[in-house]
Structure formats: C-alpha cells, structure tokens
C-alpha cells in the first residue's frame, strides 16, 4: 500500500483510539505534565527563540511553555498560514494578540508591524497526529511543518503529544521531517543521540 494509504489509514486509527473514558479535568492536567517536562528537557533561558503552536482540541496546550520562556526572557513564536499556502511564524508577547485564522485556529493576526521569523529558532515545538520512537511524525495531511522544516530552521525540533498518539510505527515519505525528540506527559523520546538508536526516558 502507498504511504498516503497507509497515513490515511493510521489517522482513523488514532482518531478511533482517543480514550472515550477521559475526562476533561484529565485532559488538562496531562497536557501540563506534559510541557512541565518539555520544560525540564528544554529549560527557557533568556534571549532563546521559541516557536511553539495554539494547542486545538485533542492537542497537548502549550500556554505554560510560554510564559515560561517570556518570564526568562525568551521570545515566543506562532505560525500562520500565509495568502500563498506556506506558514510563517511571528512574534506574540501574549495569548490575548492571537486571532481564529481561516482555518478557526488561533494565531497571529500577520500584520506588517509584528516580527516575522522563519529561521535561527532555538527550539520548535510540533504539534501532531502521532509520533513513533524512531521521530517520524503523522501530520493532519497538509504538509505546512514539513515544508517549512525542509531547512535549517532550528536547533531542535521537538514533538509534543498525548502518550496515546506514540504508536509502534508511522509511515514516512522521504520528503517527511524527523523530529529531534518527542515529549509526552508521561515519557521523553531522544532521537538525536543516534540516527540508529532511539532512546527514551522516562
């Protein structure tokens, strides 16, 4: 089968396999664990460049790793969707300046004033369907985080996820961006000691 088949088929696998039981209060206080480990493996220093996502439904938030990073003197970066079809990140100093795009996910508004950044990141932090421990990442198909991670955009790219969305295998193109760790609320994968060997904390 085609990867695409096989992609297609593994997003309704994880879209079936969200645990039905969880409960909102659960979810929340995953989602923290999640970014307080983010934060113990990458701890905000001041001056480092932080690109991060507006966390949607089913996806770990990411509020505490920003005001973590601002409150050491790091700047804080979230992607929007340009007219052309490609993503840029731009500078945000609060949630309050982010607005529902298009799409009806929050981000920056894009006007000219505000600092537009699209390389020489610290940290990128990936939002995504499913991770496996090798770092390859199932998107939601439109392939705007693996075109604007063709290049060298940063030092690490991390992957943040609930620990059901680890899965023994995701199917890959070779087009598609490894992930240099992924971090969920109940484990940290390091992929970036060697290409060959995957290891994984807890």
Known sequence: MPENGRKALLRKKI??????????????????RAQARLLAVYPPRAGMAVALY?????EVGTRVIAESVRAEGGLVYYPRILPDGEMSFFLVEGEGALVRDRFGIPAPDGKPERRCKDEGFDLVV?????????????GRGAGYYDRFLARP????????????QIVPEVPHDPWDVLMDGVVTEELVIRTSFSANSPRTCK
């Open 153 to 164: 955009v940063s030092k690490e790219v991390v992957g943040l996820a609930f620990s059901w």
């Open 54 to 58: 507006a966390g949607m439904p089913g």
């Open 126 to 138: 990936v939002p995504g369907l499913a991770f496996d421990a090798s770092g390859n990442r199932l």
């Open 15 to 32: 879209a079936a396999s969200w645990p039905k039981s969880i409960s909102d209060l659960d979810l929340a206080e995953r989602s923290l």
